[in-house]
């Protein structure tokens, strides 16, 4: 990837509210030129973060969670929940899409790390492992100039919380062949107890200007949050009800399946022979898609033919960035939703 002709800078998260450190990476993306690559480096306390199509309920023990003070929210990409706590470390790189390129841009977290001793390296669609269990996983968000991949370093988190506070499905779980979601992972103070969210902080940043700046210092991004009314829309959107829990109408039929690529429930709420209303929660990386099907089947006669066919065309007009994974899932999707339907409609 060529770095020369871009302009890197650093942001910092200010304090542990997920709300807050959500927004401001939204603002960072909408507001990224088109020359720019941003490193932003924030925390979390005590809090769930959802993908963006998932079902809080079901990710998360929320009650639990609310109880002992922690924050649910929910992201702008896709994939999995993640628990975050001052043991973790969230990075996120911002860069215009056309630069976007997952392995290659991950490079710095992995160096990062190698530098420091750790044997990291990549596994599976998107982790970092070390010694066969998982230090850090990612998701991105594909804008439409502007992209970034987001995801946590696991330091010295508190794994019995990770555990206590998210739901994980018995498919998923076999899925990977393993027993529970605290055999998956493991923090970096297990392969060495010197390792800090400080050093790894450091390294990443080191690293970052190495790539992207020669090695010099970056310049640091601030805004005013109190006078900034774009940062407080955005703000106001991460805290809000309807955003972290949406609204969860009675559905007539639901519908879930595990496939390799993710977890899809899809759920519709039926009225006068129509899809009413079309949901689909899903764990898969493709955070734009999910919604564009549950779009494609609201408001079609719930009819085989003409459900498959809304579907079938919302996945074909999909830009994929994997061609051969593009299609797997589309033939995949497709199969499990007629076969399923067939047992519904006559």
């Not at 109880?67 to 001052?86: E, I, T």
Request: charged share 30%; aromatic share 10%.
């Amino acid at each position: 990837m060529k770095t020369k002709n871009l302009t890197a800078k650093f942001a910092a998260g200010d304090g542990y509210n997920p709300w807050y450190n959500l927004a401001l990476e939204e603002y960072l993306l909408d507001n990224l030129a088109e020359n720019e690559i941003i490193l932003y480096l924030w925390q979390n306390d005590n809090t769930v973060v959802i993908g963006r199509n998932q079902n809080a309920w079901q990710e998360c023990r929320v009650g639990d969670l609310e109880a002992n003070g922690g924050k649910l929210a929910r992201r702008l990409s896709g994939g999995g929940a993640v628990f975050h706590d001052k043991g973790n470390l969230n990075y996120t790189l911002l860069m215009p899409r056309m630069k976007y390129d997952l392995k290659e841009n991950l490079k710095v977290i992995l160096k990062a790390l190698q530098d420091l001793g750790v044997k990291a390296e990549f596994s599976g669609r998107n982790d970092i492992i070390c010694d066969g269990k998982k230090i850090s996983g990612n998701a991105y968000y594909l804008g439409t100039k502007a992209a970034y991949i987001h995801g946590t370093v696991l330091i010295d988190s508190d794994l019995e919380k990770l555990v206590s506070y998210l739901k994980v499905s018995d498919a998923k779980i076999k899925s990977k062949g393993i027993d529970s979601v605290k055999a998956r992972v493991m923090n970096l103070s297990q392969a060495d107890d010197k390792l800090s969210v400080a050093k790894i902080k450091d390294s990443i940043k080191t690293n970052f200007a190495e790539i992207y700046n020669q090695g010099q210092p970056l310049e640091e991004i601030r805004i005013n949050d109190s006078e900034n009314e774009e940062f407080k829309k955005l703000y106001d959107k991460y805290s809000s009800w309807d955003w972290r829990f949406g609204k969860s109408p009675d559905f007539d039929i639901s519908l879930n399946n595990r496939f390799d690529w993710g977890e899809l429930e899809l759920n519709l709420k039926l009225s006068s022979g129509t899809v009413a209303k079309a949901v689909l929660y899903s764990d898969a990386m493709y955070s734009d898609l999910i919604p564009k099907i549950s779009g494609a089947l609201t408001a079609q006669p719930f009819e085989l033919e003409k459900i498959l066919k809304a579907a079938k065309k919302s996945l074909a007009d999909y830009n994929w960035q994997d061609e051969k994974e593009g299609k797997k899932i589309k033939e995949e999707f497709l199969n499990w939703l007629e076969n399923e339907l067939k047992t519904i409609i006559y």
